[in-house]
């Protein structure tokens, strides 16, 4: 169980840009949110056992906004795929609690690996909550739902077992008001990215709506790297009068995962338009670094081929037999010295 950056950079980027609050749009498979945890269990039945219920007593206290006991399952030197430590993650975990006071996490499926000291979890987690406070613009509260799939990495300390880091894969989030909510959850608003990109290279994410013609959506697509704090990018505005919108982007040369988000004001009305609905929809783009910048695909190739070309000195199993016949070959090899009287 993960607590995903990016919800919470949603939920501070909404506040920032006098629209927002939470929502996510699952695909419409995934609309709805009660789940069992599925486990598959492929190593010694005690260590996986033990995370099993690390995980579970893990996903319970995140649930009850008990931020110690949370954390009391972190190692100290915990460094999460985006660079955050355990301090930057409680405080944003509590930013989230305190913006939904009735948010949960649901483990949907975990496979546990347990090699000697060091474990590793696959997981899927979905979230949902509401927003404490109401929009003014739409008189009504927000509802955000995510899912967040990624691995969980964890070493043994005597007899316990600590999280070390995670690495997020794919995460995708929303957070509705009105009229939004409804549209999201019929899969009538989509944002798309890529889950990954090289650093510098150039990718396209694409808004697309599926309305009436009596909606008319105002919209902005803008791209944060996943840092903290946050520097909110400045959103440019537009009136989509086609079924599209997009933005052609180019990731950072830090190697800094980033942050696509849509936002979306959904007007209405003949006479006198009105806002109906918010949409503030995510999306996780992982960006892999290059070994030279110059390079368009260099996808490091370097260790594999440097293997192939490895001399390997084997183990010596019998060091006074080989010693023998080297100084063998070593007497056959070396010209004798020819007696003093002998002229060459």
Known sequence: MKTPFSIILTFIFAFIINFCLPCFAFDPQSAYFSINAETKDINTITDVQRINELLDDLENNWNNHNVEKVLKHYADDFVNGDGLNAEAVKNLTLELWDAYPDVKNKSQERTVRVYGEYATVDSVDLYQG??????????????????????????????????????????????TYGLGSELVDQNRIKLTAPEQAISGQQYTAKLEFNLSGDIKPVAAISKEMLIYPQNTAEDKFRLVNESELEKLVSANKL?????????????????????????????????????????????????????????VDFLDIYPNEKKQEQNTHKEKDTPKELPSNIEE
Request: charged share 20%.
């Open 130 to 175: 509401t927003s404490s406070m109401i929009r003014q613009e739409v008189g009504t509260k927000g509802i955000l739902k995510a899912i967040s799939i990624g691995n969980l990495f964890l070493k043994k300390f005597g007899p316990t077992w600590k999280i070390t880091s995670d690495k997020t894969l794919l995460e995708k989030v929303s957070i």
């Open 255 to 311: 190697s800094k995962n980033e942050l696509i988000t849509a936002t979306i004001g959904l007007t209405g009305g003949a006479l006198k338009p009105k806002l109906l609905g918010l949409v503030f929809l995510t999306r996780r783009v992982n960006v892999i670094p290059v070994l030279e910048q110059t390079s368009e695909v260099s996808i490091i190739k370097a260790p594999a081929k440097s293997i192939l070309n490895k001399e």
